[in-house]
């Protein structure tokens, strides 16, 4: 049975009528209903109800249940409310709003410019216009406290333009409760959103959610519980529906004693669940709502992540709204967070942060204007030290989101003034340089930069920093074939890098130390794989795999998986290879990295190629142009080795499949889209048509 059981009968008549009689009315100027009350009080079911009135009397409904850990995520909500009816009031909206708002729902990639806030505010009206001039609308948020500011703007900008029409806004929203167990502690909910209350003309209604009483509680249970129970139960539950529910359930028949509140609901969790899938309904709390895909990368670390939350679903306790899983209750999100043992929580904090990084790098993209500006003055006022190290804390971001050439700039900024820095920040600078060139393509520089930081490194005793720039001068050594200097100096880093394993790290340094592996293991191994020994190559990648996951970085995930599938086809096994493929493709377009997302196409067209499907080989490798095309070489280029498929490969390609079919798969290829790419590369090739209907007509 589930945990979040609900025995079916709904008490509190009096404020279920009114919020029915609210969602259904058919109004002539918009109003809205706020429904207040602590955690578990009963909000989202009146609020599920008030939406089920609207939509039975045939309304439109717009809706978003946004997450805590949404809040901080531009734009989440409006997303979930513009989801269903966009493509109906789409047409409606003037070009540039549409291009704006379609930027702000990540449905198109952002320009050089972040879309004007005004331009998505008076897209999101013309929406809300569209919808109205069709039905009457009601736009329903829950848990509006967890709203996120741009949603939050964008809509009071919209309401606020509506005069007329009938526009009802159902709101539920969480409020403080000093003697709640699970939210004690936690800073009081945010008040911002009064401000959509505010925006439209005639005062909101509001229902503040009392404690139930007796009667209430004895109805909320089932029926054979007895009254003296039902009034223990609602004593202990303070009137709370949530807490009365769990209580009453966690109750032996033959107990007479009512559990402590705060251990209820840990217990019940700990005794219906798995340990894996205890972990799997703590990640998806944790991450609030997340995609399917998403979750089982978190957990990859179990033996069968999907198992795990299957049987969460299954028990109950996690569930699946328009492909997004969440905790069936915040309450019991809440409480299976908390019953983690501290160190496993930070666990698991810092695996989502791998699997959010796309996340806190696009937030970064906000602000890219203020980084370059700190940058520039860090340099010039003399403390280039500090520049330093702004730059290692954000080089990805500077890589992914391509501007790698501009970090190139301010990079060399700073070594013109590198002379009077100490010996660890020059390192720094020196290597940091080094990696602004090898993403730039020019070896030779790279390879002078990062030889003149080693003695540094050595100097100020950084053994994680020395482990970096030598992996990466090994990888450049080998490329400019001096391949035996090249292996020893990385076989010998390695082997520094072992002697170190079982020292103490701080956080930080622990992922410093992984990622030196992962690229040392994997340079090694790609040096390994030239030289024709794939198996221990595959060691070699494998280890660099397990590094990069147990750091959590998606980055170096992406390099090892892409290097590993080289090496399983080196060796003949072609299906493994191409699962590999798979796998970091989907991850890469997860990460909106586009670039990459274009090296495993072209990878996986080489392989289509091997496997004797010249067309879908074709269409790959035309689609893995059209991205590279858009969006500049990316970062990958810089650690993987050269692809294989050049306009030999094509000429290849285009003696094997007819001159028609060659010519279809290559346009049809070139027509594709990063997303829609990535479908067509996911679909499994023997068994299907080479393309699909149609790219034949
Ligand atoms: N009027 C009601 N009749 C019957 N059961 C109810 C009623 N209100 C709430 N419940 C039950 O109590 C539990 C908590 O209710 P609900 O999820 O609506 O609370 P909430 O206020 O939205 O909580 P939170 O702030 O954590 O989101 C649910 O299991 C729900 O089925
Ligand atoms: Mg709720």
């Known amino acids: 049975m589930g945990v979040a059981a609900v025995s079916g009968v709904l008490v509190r008549t009096a404020e279920l009528r009114q919020v029915r009689d609210f969602t259904r009315q058919v109004r002539a100027a918009p109003a809205a209903l706020a429904i207040q009350g602590e955690a578990g009080a009963g909000k989202s079911t009146l609020w599920r109800a008030g939406i089920e009135a609207a939509a039975a009397a045939g309304h439109r409904v717009l809706r978003s249940e946004p997450s805590a850990s949404e809040t901080d995520l531009a734009f989440a909500a409006l997303s ?79 309401l606020r333009r509506v005069t007329d029409g009938p526009l009802s806004l159902l709101l539920a929203a969480r409020t403080e409760a000093a003697a709640d167990p699970l939210t004690v502690g936690a800073p009081p909910p945010p008040r911002d959103w009064h401000e959509l209350l505010t925006a439209l003309p005639a005062t909101a209604e509001v229902i503040d959610l009392a404690p139930l009483d007796l009667w209430q509680v004895q109805n909320l249970l089932p029926p054979d519980v007895t009254a003296t129970r039902a009034r223990l ?10 807490w009365a529910l769990q209580l009453s359930a966690s109750l032996d028949a033959d107990d007479s004693q009512v559990p402590p509140l705060a251990r209820t609901l840990t217990d019940r969790l700990a005794s ?23 979750a089982l990368a978190v957990l990859d670390h179990l033996a069968d992540p999907a198992a795990a939350v299957d049987e969460a679903v299954l028990a109950g306790v996690v569930v699946e709204t328009r492909d997004r899983l969440s905790a069936a209750h915040p309450l019991i999100g809440a409480a299976a967070v908390q019953s983690l043992p501290p160190g496993r929580r930070a666990q698991l904090y810092r695996r989502l942060a791998g699997a959010g990084q796309l996340a806190w790098l696009s937030r970064l ?15 010039e006022r003399n403390q280039p030290g500090r520049a330093v190290d702004l730059i290692w804390a954000t080089w990805r971001f500077w890589w992914l989101h391509g501007h790698a050439g501009e970090l190139a700039r301010h990079v060399d900024a700073i070594l013109a003034h590198a002379g009077g820095m100490p010996p660890h920040q020059r390192a720094l600078a020196l290597s940091g340089a080094g990696f602004t060139r090898l993403a730039g393509g020019d070896q030779t520089t790279a390879r002078r930069l990062f030889k003149q930081s080693l003695p540094l490194y050595r100097q100020a005793g950084d053994r994680l920093g020395l482990g970096l ?59 390994q794989l030239d030289q024709g020994d794939h198996r221990r190559a595959a060691e ?17 995930i992406l390099v090892s998986l892409y290097d590993l599938a080289l090496s399983r086809q080196a060796g003949g096994d072609l299906d493994d290879a191409a699962s590999l493929l798979r796998q970091g493709l989907s991850l890469a377009a997860e990460a909106g990295d586009e670039p990459s997302l274009a090296y495993y196409l072209e990878a996986l067209a080489d392989l289509a190629a091997r496997q004797d499907h010249p067309e879908r080989a074709a269409a790959l490798l035309a689609a893995a142009g059209t991205v590279l095309e858009a969006k500049g070489s990316g970062w990958l280029h810089a650690y993987v080795p050269r692809a294989p498929h050049g306009d030999s490969a094509v000429a290849r390609l285009r003696a094997r499949a007819t001159g028609a079919a060659f010519g279809q798969a290559w346009a049809y290829g070139r027509s594709l889209t990063g997303a829609s790419a990535v479908r067509y590369a996911l679909q499994e090739a023997p068994s299907r048509p080479d393309l699909p209907a149609s790219a034949s007509r």
């Open 80 to 158: 979930d409310l513009l989801a269903e009816v966009l493509p109906l009031v789409e047409a409606r909206i003037p070009g540039p709003q549409r291009e704006a708002l379609e930027v702000a729902l990540l449905l198109r990639p952002a320009g050089e410019e972040p879309p004007a806030a005004r331009a998505i505010g008076l897209a999101m009206l013309t929406a809300l216009r569209g919808c109205l001039f069709q039905h009457p609308v009601l736009v329903a948020i829950d848990d509006v406290q967890w709203l996120d500011e741009a949603s939050r703007e964008v809509l009071t900008f919209a």
């Open 233 to 242: 139960v609602a004593r202990q539950s303070r009137g709370n529906p949530f």
């Open 272 to 294: 219906s669940l798995s340990a894996e899938a205890a972990a799997a309904l703590a990640a998806v709390a944790a991450a609030g709502r997340t995609g399917l895909p998403e």
């Open 365 to 379: 993209e906000i602000r890219r204007g203020n980084l370059s500006a700190a940058l520039s003055w860090l340099t």
């Open 469 to 527: 720039a030598a992996a990466a001068l090994g990888h450049l050594l080998a490329a400019a074939d001096t391949v035996a200097v090249a292996r020893d100096l990385l076989e010998q880093t390695l082997s520094q890098l072992r002697d170190m394993a079982g020292g103490q790290f701080t956080e930080p340094q622990r992922v410093h130390y992984l990622l030196d592996v992962a690229l040392a293991s994997n340079f090694l191994g790609q040096i």
């Open 540 to 556: 070699l990648f494998t280890d660099g795999l397990a590094a990069a996951h147990s750091a959590a970085d998606r980055f170096t």
